[in-house]
């Protein structure tokens, strides 16, 4: 686990969520060599790979809620496990010396409180604002924007979600830390449109977005480490089910949507030596 509670304050912090990327599909991507991005960030985190991870919800509304409150997916292992964030609450059992832990409700408000600039890039509908329910969430951050380019029927959604957080980071103060978050719609349903030919989502459709995700990520990590050294948590939020043991979709307990791929790294802003 890494030493978040050293980092809030030095730090500009990312949370990328890659809504409904299964395990299997990022490891078999990872494997046939079509994520090389994400292969980079990878070799340079502890785990070297995409970690196994229990989502806590099965769905994007219910893990999210969850994330914000300081509970990440966990390690697909006995615990416990410390956890990275923590909101102060008494009786936890997985917040450690290497916590970053905030007397808040949730994390935004936490790292608000401690001087950072928050930015939501929303993606699925649970943050596209047009609902009293899609506004929730991103009403927490200080700024926050979707539109109909950054959702999931838009085949070239994660540019247009990139390139609006990389003018916000670079339109804030230098000595101003950011908490930049991400949602990328992508990976989504509907997702055949990376396959041509194809009309129906599986696990290759899925596999063929993240190839295209691979592609788009690196200028929103490169405005970050212009500014600071960067901590950044890349994952799912849940996988999706295409037909195993019947089940099709989410919202549901198969390990296809409980098991997620999880990476988190520091990276040294751009031009420093490398700890």
């Not at 997985?94 to 928050?118: C, I, K, Q």
């Not at 993606?123 to 951050?141: H, I």
Request: hydrophobic share 40%; charged share 15%.
């Amino acid at each position: 686990m890494l030493d978040a509670a050293a980092c809030v304050g030095s730090h500009d912090l990312l949370l990328i969520t890659l809504d409904t990327l299964r395990y299997d599909v990022a490891m078999r991507a990872l494997a046939d060599g079509r994520t090389p991005f994400l292969a980079g960030l990878l070799a340079r985190s502890e785990a070297g790979t995409w970690e196994r991870r229990h989502t806590p919800g099965s769905f994007t509304w219910a893990a999210h809620q969850a994330f914000f409150a300081g509970f990440l997916p966990t390690p697909a292992r006995p615990g416990p496990h410390p956890r990275l964030f923590a909101m102060a609450f008494p009786g936890s059992e997985t917040t450690g010396p290497e916590t970053a832990t905030f007397d808040a409700p949730e994390l935004v408000s936490g790292l608000r409180g401690r001087g950072y600039h928050t930015i939501c890039v929303g993606g699925v509908g649970f943050f596209n604002g047009l609902t009293p329910l899609g506004s929730a969430l991103p009403k927490l951050f200080d700024e926050q924007r979707w539109r109909p380019e950054f959702g999931v029927t838009e085949p070239t959604s994660t540019t247009h979600q990139v390139r609006w957080a990389c003018e916000r980071v670079a339109a804030q103060p230098s000595a101003r830390r950011v908490f930049c978050f991400l949602n990328v719609s992508a990976l989504h349903q509907p997702n055949c449109h990376y396959l041509p030919g194809r009309e129906v989502d599986d696990a290759d459709t899925q596999a063929a977005a993240l190839a295209w995700v691979d592609g788009q990520l690196a200028p929103l990590f490169a405005a970050l480490r212009q500014r600071a050294p960067l901590l950044a948590v890349v994952c799912s939020d849940h996988g999706t089910a295409y037909g195993e043991h019947g089940y099709v979709g989410h919202r549901l307990a198969h390990p296809t949507v409980w098991e997620v791929p999880y990476l988190e790294l520091l990276l040294p802003r751009a031009g420093d030596p490398t700890p």
